[in-house]
């Protein structure tokens, strides 16, 4: 084992290709599962053409999605019951509910100092996290814009590339301005994708999967269509909304640059979003689909938590998800606001 030795928690489709990455530069990953193995074998497809990425991007030195990866990655799967080692880096990349759950199920392995990271969907789970961590742990939130589809246990494929940025995860109700990743930037597996600001990236991810996931999941549609009437006329009312939200106490101190959170510029990162990953259904959609429980209180919950004002958009669209005996009812409500 060495120091980078990282243990990785989820092998869903974020999981196995963070999986991938990391043994891509030469980390030992040890992928942790609970019900399939998927093997000491991950199997990735690339769309790597259609991101219009050049020959030589392999050369590129960092973890971001603008490298080509090896089409088999080895890896070493484990289940809970056969670790017997304490890691100084774990990554979670489970559903944002599951995440206190899974950091607890490997607490005894970690190290005192250990890096704790995250790559999940919404907020407020970290502040959950928090109070469960050894004093010397360090928690570092991390975001992606990174499209993965999984195909089957041990198979991947990447669908569109994007940023994935990590920063030192503070309280929501402090601001993380004052925070620098400088002292880490060495010591750090992820020294290359850190940011000052880690809140704010957030916010910016969140008021998307706001807009997009819940929409794409209710009217069972791809990302794509959220760019086709009357869905964009819906996506934009629900944009302003959020807007109007973020310049107001109490998120307006989390935020480094308030111009990034003004409609036109959020409006215009959901048209990208929305536009990279067209053909993706977003993982909200699939949740719902299959019947399994959808991160809905981490992501419209936390901002209707957070606003001071009532967010008569987001409340629809979380009750609506909530609700299968009146989401037929919550559906037509949202395309009469739509088409008005």
């Known amino acids: 084992m060495t120091q980078n030795t990282c243990l990785i928690i989820g092998a869903g489709a974020v999981g196995l290709l963070w ?36 020959d030589d991007a392999r050369d590129i030195d960092d973890l971001s999605g603008n490298a080509i990866l090896d089409p088999v990655t080895k890896v070493k799967s484990l289940t809970v019951d056969e670790l017997d080692y304490k890691y100084d880096n774990i990554l979670i990349c489970t559903k944002s509910f599951d995440l206190v759950d899974a950091y607890q199920s ?3 392995f970690t190290k005192k100092n250990a890096n704790i990271w995250t790559l999940c969907n919404g907020m407020g789970m970290h502040d959950e996290l928090l109070p469960h961590l050894k004093s010397g742990q360090k928690l570092w939130a991390g975001v992606t814009s990174e499209g993965a589809l999984k195909i089957n246990h041990n198979t991947v494929k990447r669908t569109g590339s994007g940023d994935t940025f990590f920063g030192i995860y503070k309280p929501s109700d402090k601001s993380n301005d004052v925070e620098t990743t400088q002292p880490f930037l060495e010591d750090t597996i992820f ?22 996931n819940p929409i794409t999941a209710l009217f069972e549609i791809r990302n794509g269509e959220v760019l086709d009437e009357p869905y964009k006329s819906l996506a934009e009312q629900c944009t302003k909304e959020l807007a109007d939200c973020y310049l107001e106490a109490p998120l307006q101190p989390l935020i480094s640059n308030a111009a990034s ?24 959609h699939e949740d719902l689909k299959f019947g399994r429980k959808t991160e809905i209180e981490n992501i419209s919950g936390y901002m209707i938590k957070q606003a001071t004002n009532n967010l008569p958009l987001q409340s629809t669209l979380l009750h609506a998800i909530l609700s299968p005996t009146k989401r037929e009812q919550h559906k037509k409500a949202l395309l009469e606001i739509a088409t008005s």
Do not use: W
């Open 106 to 108: 490997i607490r005894e």
């Open 19 to 54: 999986s991938a990455k990391l043994a891509s530069r030469n980390t030992d990953v040890h992928l942790l599962y609970r019900s399939h193995n998927p093997g000491n074998h991950i199997h990735i497809e690339d769309d790597a053409s259609e991101a219009g990425l050049g």
């Open 261 to 284: 959170f003004s409609f036109f510029n959020l409006v215009n990162r959901v048209y990208t979003v929305a536009q990279l990953t067209r053909l993706n259904h977003s993982s909200m």
């Open 191 to 212: 020294h290359s994708l850190l940011v000052p600001n880690i809140t704010h990236r957030m916010l910016e991810k969140l008021a998307v999967n706001c807009v997009i």
